[in-house]
């Protein structure tokens, strides 16, 4: 895989003053900084297809100076869909437009990723900005309106509201294999679209999560019960899907490290876990956490960096740290403490889409700021902070 940019091209006073804002190396992908955009579901796809909403929303990213944009969970298979408007690889007709988006991400120095994703009993959800709200009949065919059964390790229900989650049925050891060879094939899509690194996932309560957790995997097989059996499907789909994956490319994981849930998912399994994903060649892990019912989570800034740092040290892992990364001081400190390798933004991002490029401003960069921005761009804007005495001009 050809380097997406040239470090030696980035402003030297950067790469000097602040290691956020550093070249990143993943395998043979060279990345200009250690900020990602984290997928994030859209809800806006018709047949698993992206479409101009999808470009639009993954290239203001690009422009903004992001290091790794990371396409939201895009499904296996059909019924691996969390919502009938996901978007999905299980085609070869789905490969073309987001063949696209990753041709303009790279036109910007910026690298392309891809969450390649099951739902599992968390599939055949209701689009979340319907607030509960079943589609009109007249809007169901525009909408690429669809309905199932969703699969899962055990026939359990994510919580007890029918009118939110089905009872999903329980995979046979055959559909199992057939889910593995999906995201085998859907790896393949993602090289054929020029993909740079793929992510695996395996949190927020969806499929491989649920195979890995005792709250919802309750299987007597030999994919459920102890720790190593709740971890062979998961580990199976990783070894199969690195076999195919080009070795040069990057391959992660995301991983709610934690259920927080008594009697569920906890940091020491994360860690015997991420051993085991380091041996099979997965090169970085995603740090999330949650996603079953009841979860004691308290969403505050940074509330997960300590999960990326527990996992970087017990694994011997480069970890990525999520989770209400605001503020750019404490993102370059998460940083420089170790306690992650890079940072994913989410919400931040959708915020302000050009986070990276006021980060450079915010870290002192002085004139060199204005390097990160587009040419069509960044003088401009550096002319009207040296009128308005902003930014680095601010004490000029």
């Not at 790469?15 to 070249?23: E, F, V």
């Not at 089905?166 to 790896?187: C, N, Q, T, Y």
């Amino acid at each position: 895989m050809e380097t997406t940019v040239d470090p030696a091209a980035f402003p030297v006073h950067m790469r000097g003053m602040s290691k956020l804002l550093s070249p990143y190396s993943i395998k043979s992908v060279t990345l200009k900084n250690r900020v990602a955009v984290a997928p994030m579901c859209q809800y806006s796809s018709v047949d698993g297809m992206a479409d101009d909403w999808h470009f639009a929303h993954l290239a203001r990213f690009a422009i903004g100076g992001f290091g790794l944009v990371i396409v939201e969970a895009t499904s296996v298979t059909e019924e691996g869909r969390i919502t009938y408007g996901d978007l999905g690889f299980w085609n070869d007709d789905q490969i073309a437009p987001l063949k696209r988006i990753v041709a303009f991400l790279h036109s910007q120095g910026t690298a392309a990723g891809i969450q390649l994703a099951h739902a599992g009993r968390k599939a055949s959800s209701l689009i979340p900005w319907r607030n509960g709200v079943p589609e009109r009949e007249d809007e169901k065919a525009a909408v690429g309106y669809a309905d199932w059964v969703p699969v899962a390790p055990s026939a359990v229900r994510h919580t007890a509201e029918p009118s939110i989650y089905k009872v999903p049925h329980a995979l046979s050891v055959a559909e199992l294999g057939a889910i593995r060879d999906a995201f085998v094939a859907s790896a393949r899509r993602a090289d054929a679209a020029g993909f740079d690194l793929v992510e695996v996932h395996a949190a927020h309560g969806y499929l491989l999560n649920q195979f890995l957790s005792p709250v919802a995997n309750k299987r007597d097989d030999a994919y459920g019960g102890s720790l190593a059996n709740r971890m062979r499907f998961p580990l199976e789909v990783v070894e199969a899907v690195r076999a195919v994956w080009p070795q040069t490319k990057a391959l992660a994981v995301r991983l709610s490290v934690q259920d927080a849930i008594e009697g569920g998912w906890t940091v020491e399994d994360s860690i015997v876990l991420c051993r085991e994903l380091k041996t099979l060649g997965v090169d970085i892990i995603d740090c999330s956490s949650g996603g079953f019912e009841g979860a004691r989570v308290k969403p505050e800034p940074n509330y997960q960096a300590p999960l990326a740092k527990a996992v970087r040290d017990g694994a011997g892992i480069p970890t990525m740290a999520v989770g209400l990364i605001n503020d750019a001081h404490e993102a370059e400190a998460i940083i420089t403490s170790g306690d992650a390798d890079m940072v994913a933004l989410a919400r931040t991002a959708l915020d302000d889409p050009q986070w990276p490029l006021n980060a450079a401003r915010t870290l002192g960069a002085v004139d060199e700021a204005y390097s990160f921005w587009p040419k069509q761009a960044g003088y401009a804007v550096k002319i009207r902070d040296r009128v308005l005495k902003r930014g680095p001009f601010q004490s000029t």
